[in-house]
Structures are given as C-alpha cells and as structure tokens.
C-alpha cells in the first residue's frame, strides 16, 4: 500500500488533483458544445474521427479489462486469454462489420442521437424506443462495477477507504460529464486512452525482472504457473466461466455482439462524414489491441508473485506496486483509474441521455396536457437528462455499498442482459425487409426476460452461455413474430381491397 511511504502517497494524491482537475476543466470547455439534446449525447463533428476511435477503445475496457478480467486470469489461468483474443479480434471485426450500416442508417432516419432512437425510427415504434431506454437502465449495474473497480483501486493502493472512494468517482465523474456531455467525454477518453496504453505496456515489459528468462519470458512465466497449477496453463479451464468449448465459443459470441451495446455505438453516432469512418475504426482497433491484451498477461504475472491475495481483483494494483519504482508506479495507477473513467463517464452519458431523449421526450407530449413546441420539448429533455445524472449517480453509489465477489461477473451480467435483447432486432434490421416493429418488441422482451431467469434461477450456471442461449431464441422469436405479423397485414389489405 502507498501509505507506507508518505512521498509516494502525496505524489498520486497530486497526480490524482492534476488529473481531475483537468478533466474538469475540459467538462466546461464543452459546455458550449452541449447546449442540444444531440449535442449533449453525440457532439458529432466536433471531434476528430481518431480520437472518438480511442474513446471508443476506452469506453470498451474499463475496469472490467483492468481490474476484472486480470483478476480470472489470476483465478483460472491463461484459458482466460481466450476472452482477450476475443476483444482485439472478434469485437473489432464485429466493428467493422457494423459502423457503417448502423452510420448510413442513422443519417437515414435524420442525425438520431441514441440507440433506442435509432431502433425506435427504423421499426416505426416509440413504444420499442422507450422499451430499449428501459433495457438501457441494467447499465447502472455496469455503473456499480465501475465504481467498485475505482473504490479498489484507492483502497489497495492508497489506503482510501472502500466507501470514501465510491464517492470520489461518482462526483468526479458527474461533474465533468454534467458540465460538458459528449465533447467532454470523448475528449477525456482519448486522453485516457493514451495513459491506459502506456500502462498496459509498462506492465508486460516488467515481465523482463519480475518473472525473468529474457526472451524466454513468456516460457518461464507458463512454467512458473504450471509449477503452482497444472490447470493455469490449461486452453479450457476445469472450473470458471471458461471450462469448456461452448462456453468459449459463447464469450466470442458475446465479444462479437459487444460492440452493439448503447454506450458503445454512440460513439458512431459522433462522426460527422463517412469518410471519418476508416480513421475511426483503425483507431478504436489500434488501441483496443493493445489495452485488452496486455493488461491480462499481468494478471498471470501476479499469480506467480503474489500465489495467494484476498480478492483476485486486487491482483493488478499489488502487481504494479512490487514492479515498479515509486514516481512510475503513481503514474501507472493514475492510468488504471483513467481506464475506470473511461467507461464509467460513457456509462453514465448512454443511461442518461437516453431518459432524456428515448423516455421523457417521448412520453411527455402524451401526459402533458398541452402542447409542447419542438423547442420546449428539446430544452425540457437537455434539463432532465442533465438532472438524472444526479439520480442516476447516488443510485449506483447506494448499489456499490456491498462489495460483489468478482467484478468481472457483476459487468458482464449487465451487459449480457442488454444484448440479449438488442442483438436481433438490430442485426436483423439491418438485413431482413420483413423485420417489423411487433417482432422486435417480441425479440426484446424474450431475450432480456430469458437472460435474467437463466442467471437469477440459476438455470444455467455459465453467463456466457446463458446469453448466447437466450440471445438465439430472440433471433427465433423474432423471425416468427415478424413473419406472422406481415402475413396477418397482407392478408388484411388483400381483404380489404377484394371488399
């Protein structure tokens, strides 16, 4: 712990005020740009393409690559690197594959500004927009883990206590993002994404004096494990999320649909011209490369050094600690915290703007008694988005107060009950003509409903495989309901023009 040195404490406590205070600052510097509802969600155009391609890297790690992911590899050995393959290779595929129809389609329906927007204009349904913005809401479980990763981060390391830095990274974050929205935000992803590189290089080039064997690192560290746990040098692991072939065939599965998640697509939503696409997605390729993979590795480098610790999500920050001279040290865990924000300030921009934009926007006009004007409309949902962050931060900081068993687990839970319902009706809005809104309604609901069974009955005791198995049967659902739906639809306007 940097306690037991009061310099090095006071220099990340410096580090730490030099690194708020910043992206503060930068939090006003875009309060010019969020003025809009759209401006507040996108700030499209007012970004370089490269940029928002490393905010989309970063908003992809978080602490879950940081913190969680790293503390399996410590639990369960290299079958977890399965799970980093699937991040620099099938998610940015599934990138590539997506940006541009989900880009081309969003200029389509008019600049939309959010995933539950998109949806709601290419299915001809406010009802799926609101449904989608609800779903939305299991991202402030993702909220929590990010706050437990940062609480851990000052705990371990600094000797904050757990509750104390809960608090902290909510303020900071809702300060900033409430000052600034969008611009803000990617902004001080980039900035972020920059010290989250260096840190996870940093950490794979102090293999060469923690584990040693020169260019044979690698080889003694796989000995190294092998000599503690023959089952941590396995391909499938024998226990953990990662213990056979389905379940690794399911973590690409849900690696690949990754990319669809709210705060993740947004950030196509912020490019102003499709010729920005090329830079961004070999930014967000480049970046996501190297932040998914080496940060693991130091996972099994701590398994070697420290063959014991209390909570396998602390095993980064005690690695950096014992690797590292002080002053790179204060700096390196800095760059672990900038990882936490990276997500949490997308987080935090997805949940609110789409109660602002996907919620009250479209549910006000039907409760207020009079009519609106666009304009009133447009200033009321900029000010209710604004004010939910508020909402939004003290409810994840009250589900943060009991620390969860593995972070890893409590992020991908949220995540994977929103794409099971969103994979369907997105991919197959994009390909299949026939896709009608009754389907995609439908597809929803069976997809998130099946996901939160399958886990909270423990029905089916691996997560990964519990999403891809819920996730087909709102592909089926959907097909079905879509395809009966249209027949019913025809067969009416053939019966109404034969009368």
């Not at 092998?226 to 690696?255: C, E, H, K, R, W």
């Not at 490019?271 to 190297?290: K, Q, R, Y």
Request: aromatic share 12%; hydrophobic share 50%.
């Amino acid at each position: 712990m940097l306690t037991n040195s009061s310099v090095l404490l006071w220099t990340v406590i410096l580090l730490l005020v030099a690194y708020f205070g910043a992206v503060t600052w930068i939090g006003r510097k875009g309060r010019a740009h969020s003025q809009s509802m759209s401006g507040f969600a996108t700030a499209r155009g007012k970004v370089s393409p490269l940029l928002v391609g490393a905010s989309f890297a970063t908003s992809y790690a978080s602490a879950n690559l940081f913190i969680g992911v790293p503390g399996l590899a410590y639990e369960h050995g290299t079958a977890v690197l399965w799970y980093t393959l699937g991040c620099f290779g099938v998610s940015w595929v599934g990138l590539l594959l997506f940006a541009k129809t989900f880009w081309r389609y969003g200029k389509k329906f008019g600049r939309v500004s959010t995933l539950p927007e998109w949806l709601g204009r290419r299915y001809n349904s406010k009802a799926l927009q609101v449904l989608v913005s609800l779903l939305i809401l299991f991202n402030v479980y993702y909220i929590v883990g990010q706050n437990v990763g940062l609480a851990t981060i000052f705990e371990t390391v600094i000797g904050i206590p757990y509750f104390w830095g809960i608090i902290i990274g909510v303020v900071i974050t809702i300060l900033y993002i409430g000052l600034g929205g969008a611009f803000a935000q990617i902004i001080t992803d980039g900035i972020q994404g920059i010290l989250m590189a260096i840190t996870s290089i940093l950490i794979v080039v102090s293999f060469l004096w923690t584990i040693g064997g020169g260019f044979n690192v690698f080889g003694v560290l796989t000995d190294r494990l092998n000599a503690i746990d023959p089952n941590l040098t396995a391909a499938v692991a024998d226990s953990g999320p990662y213990n056979s072939a389905l379940a690794i065939m399911a973590v690409q599965f849900m690696l690949f649909s990754f990319v669809l998640m709210p705060h993740l697509l947004n950030k196509v939503l912020s490019i102003e011209n499709e010729e920005d696409l090329a830079p961004f997605t070999l930014s967000a390729g480049i970046v996501l490369c190297v932040i998914s993979t080496l940060m693991v590795l130091g996972g099994l480098a701590a398994r070697v050094i420290f063959p014991a610790v209390d909570s396998p999500d602390s095993a980064i920050p005690l690695y950096v600690l014992e690797a590292f001279p002080s002053v790179i040290a204060a700096i390196m865990i800095v760059g672990i915290i900038s990882a936490i924000l990276s997500s949490t300030d997308s987080l935090y921009l997805g949940v609110t703007t789409s109660i602002g934009n996907d919620i009250y926007r479209v549910v006000a006009p039907f409760l207020s008694g009079r009519k609106m004007s666009d304009q009133e409309l447009e200033n009321k949902s900029l000010k209710v988005a604004k004010g939910s962050l508020v909402v939004i931060g003290l409810l994840s900081l009250y589900l943060s107060l009991e620390r969860p068993d593995s972070l890893a687990f409590l992020i991908q839970f949220s995540y994977s009950a929103i794409i099971s319902g969103i994979i369907a009706p997105l991919t197959l809005g994009y390909f299949w003509n026939r896709a009608n809104n009754y389907g995609a309604i439908a597809s929803l609901l069976t997809g998130s409903t099946l996901y939160v069974l399958f886990t909270s009955q423990s029905l089916i005791g691996n997560i990964f495989i519990a999403m891809f198995l819920s996730s087909v049967a709102s592909f089926v659902v959907m097909s079905i309901v879509s395809v009966l739906t249209t027949q019913a639809n025809e067969e009416k306007i053939a019966l109404e023009r034969s009368s």
